[in-house]
């Protein structure tokens, strides 16, 4: 904007450059700035650019009666007049309801941001101070004629003083005023306040107290992500935006640690040197100031917080985000870096869930992007070196959350939420419902890459359980949504969720839709180590009273009795995902422990629950009292440790 204005100015800076006491003087200064109006001002005339008009009618005016009719008054006032010109035109403008400045704002904003109640406030401010400016300059010149004939440079200071400032303040007021209010607005989202309300503080707390008892078998850690952002976010949409931090539970011989670390992201990291929030969001993106990126640093607009996903593959802990490279953690939750595979050289972009092949010990992940190619697919050999890369060909890009994976295929549910990228950068709807393009299942073979693509009716996923094979059909299973609607606060509430099965004949590439639960349930997840094979258990967070608003029952369905039981933790407890761990020596696809966090927003305090997965109704195996609020999070992973490892760590006596 400031650039629109000095060219609106440029006549007026001509004027008071060239333009003295002097008639020859003040006869050249109005020509120049006449002329001046007219070739660089010519575009904001065609326009109706107020100052523009009025700095062509002032510049006229002056000739006539200067140049033309040598008006000693006016020769002798021209000063005060061209200030007092610019304060009525200023004053006017803003008592007309079009402040000046909005004019050239508007050059520089899109025009979904035009009729912003934010935006308006500004020009007005920004008009108001310039307003101001010109009537400090205007006063002062009369006070000089009057009084300081002999006092020019007090004028001088005034005049070009407050010229100065309303300069500065155009500069740098907007900005500043924009990420206040975006941070007053944002603090107000329903998720940053109760258990999604970040935490600051980086903990190590050992030997936590227990009710009940920690099984002598487990021994590990089990970490969980989630978005928490280290500043007053400019802009916040639960669940993708944020920093992401790792809450972790180190369990041995019978006793519980607990530690939780910021991922420290590049992005975290330009903020931590700014001090501030750098980074908008996925509903309105804001390019950071590149003084705080470096030359190796996260661009943005969109930043990568690595908050959604943590899981552990070869002999790395993987941080994951919605779309960019993973971060690398250790055991303690220090983070080492941006993750590439193997021996490749560069940092490859990936989704926050992966599958693990059971038989093979291939992890397969899969990106999409806002730019050709639009899906991409990844497999990661058990040593952890990329093997594979597979580039999909789509007609446009869409969102990706999860996939699956069976023996022969991966598959991809290209549901028809489609990434509108000028839309995103426009503060437009960057993630549109596009019902009448359907959702289409990709199947691509694991062996020749070559995808069938089957049409079905629109439906959106965010989590899939588990697929595997019988003989020509795969079975799916799923958490399915009618269809998918976006909003500042999160996906719509009414979307409501439920578990479903999908049944498709690779051959005849026909499919069938069933709903195995009535209850509104999500973030499915089974055994682990039935992933691609048939299981017949899945676990998730669910509602059993329509009254709550939030998931308070963990629920156990049973796909081949089409039952579920659930642990109802109470009103009043919220809790999230839920990881199965199985027992040592299991013989059982349930002979395990299920392990969450819960949230008691009566107590505001939070415990680490162990349920048995065979009696999920009892009360739990153990509940690990925790010293301080774990906020809500998204997903996480157990890790085995062997008990006689020698290496040291700092959670757990040396875990």
């Known amino acids: 904007m400031l650039n629109g204005l000095i060219t609106g100015f440029l006549p007026w800076i001509f004027y008071f450059i060239f333009a003295g006491y002097k008639a020859y003087q003040l006869d ?18 065609k326009k109706g650019f107020i100052l523009s008009w009025v700095t062509l009618l002032f510049f006229a005016f002056m000739a006539v009666a200067v140049i033309g009719f040598k008006n000693t008054w006016i020769i002798q006032h021209a000063w005060v007049l061209s200030n007092m010109t610019f304060a009525f035109t200023a004053w006017g403008s803003l008592l007309a309801g079009c402040p000046f400045t909005l004019q050239y704002a508007k050059e520089q904003v899109p025009p979904a941001k035009w009729n912003s109640p934010l935006f308006i406030q ?9 307003a101001l400016a010109f009537t400090v300059a205007t006063l002062s010149h009369l006070v000089y004629l009057q009084y300081l004939n002999h006092h020019y440079w007090i004028h001088e200071a005034i005049s070009n003083g407050s010229t100065f400032i309303a300069t500065l303040f155009t500069i740098k007021f907007p900005e500043w005023f924009k990420n206040r209010k975006l941070i007053e607005k944002t603090a107000q989202s329903p998720f940053l ?14 030997e936590l107290p ?18 928490n952002p280290a500043f007053p976010p400019l802009s916040y949409t639960y669940p993708f935006d944020g920093d992401g931090m790792i809450h972790a539970i180190y369990l041995k011989d019978g006793k519980a640690s607990y530690r939780n670390r910021f991922v420290e992201t590049k992005g975290l990291q330009a903020e931590r040197r700014a001090g501030k929030a750098l980074y908008g969001g996925i509903l309105n993106p804001i390019v950071p100031d590149t003084q705080w990126i470096g030359e190796h640093g996260d661009p943005g607009p969109f930043k990568n917080g690595a908050f959604i996903h943590i899981i552990h593959h070869a002999k790395d802990f993987l941080a994951m985000w919605e779309g960019g490279p993973a971060y690398v953690m250790d055991r303690d939750l220090n983070t080492l ?11 490859i972009n990936v989704g926050p869930h992966t599958r693990l092949d059971p038989v093979s010990g291939e992890l397969w992940l899969i990106n999409y992007d806002l730019t050709p190619p639009y899906l991409t697919v990844y497999c990661i050999d058990a040593q952890g070196q990329l093997i594979k890369q597979v580039n999909i060909d789509k007609k446009y890009p869409t969102m990706m959350h999860d996939f699956v994976l069976t023996q022969n295929h991966v598959i991809f549910f290209d549901c028809p939420v489609v990434l509108d990228t000028k839309a995103f950068m426009t503060g437009g709807a960057g993630l549109q419902w596009r019902p009448e393009l359907k959702t289409q299942i990709g199947l691509m073979s694991r062996k020749t890459h070559e995808v069938q693509w089957i049409k079905t009716d629109p439906f959106f996923v965010f989590h899939l359980a588990n697929a595997y094979e019988n003989n020509d059909e795969i079975i799916i299973d799923l958490i399915k949504y009618a269809h998918f609607s976006f909003k500042a606060e999160g996906p719509e509430k009414n979307a409501h969720p439920h578990l479903s099965r999908i049944k498709i004949n690779s051959h005849s590439q026909t499919l069938t839709h069933e709903e195995l639960g009535k209850e509104i349930m999500e973030f499915p997840r089974i055994r682990e180590d039935y992933n691609t094979l048939p299981h017949r258990f899945i676990y998730t967070a669910g509602k059993l009273h329509d ?13 081949h009795l089409k039952t579920s039981t659930s642990h109802d933790f109470g009103k009043n407890c919220e809790i999230g995902e839920a990881v199965f761990v199985p027992k040592k020596n299991s013989n059982a696809e349930d002979d395990g422990y299920l392990m969450l966090f819960i949230y008691d927003n009566l107590k505001k305090s939070s415990e680490f629950v ?40 700092n959670s757990i006596n040396n875990l």
């Open 28 to 45: 050249f200064g109005i020509a120049l700035a006449l002329a001046a109006v007219v070739i660089t001002n010519l575009t904001q005339l």
């Open 122 to 130: 500004i020009n007005q401010i920004l008009t108001l101070v310039w």
């Open 193 to 206: 306040q109760g258990n999604f309300a970040p935490v600051q503080d980086e903990r190590n707390d050992q």
């Open 210 to 227: 227990v009710k009940g008892k920690i099984p002598e078998d487990l021994c590990g850690v089990y970490m969980r992500n989630g978005s």
């Open 337 to 347: 870096g941006e993750w590439s595979p193997g021996a490749i050289d560069r940092a």
């Open 547 to 559: 009254d709550i608003p939030h998931f308070h029952a963990l629920i156990k369905y049973d796909v």
């Open 610 to 649: 162990i349920l048995d997965a065979q009696h999920v109704t009892h009360e739990p195996v153990a509940q690990i009292q925790l010293l301080r609020r774990v906020p809500h999070g998204l997903h996480g992973t157990w890790v085995n440790f062997e008990p006689d490892t020698d290496k040291t760590y």
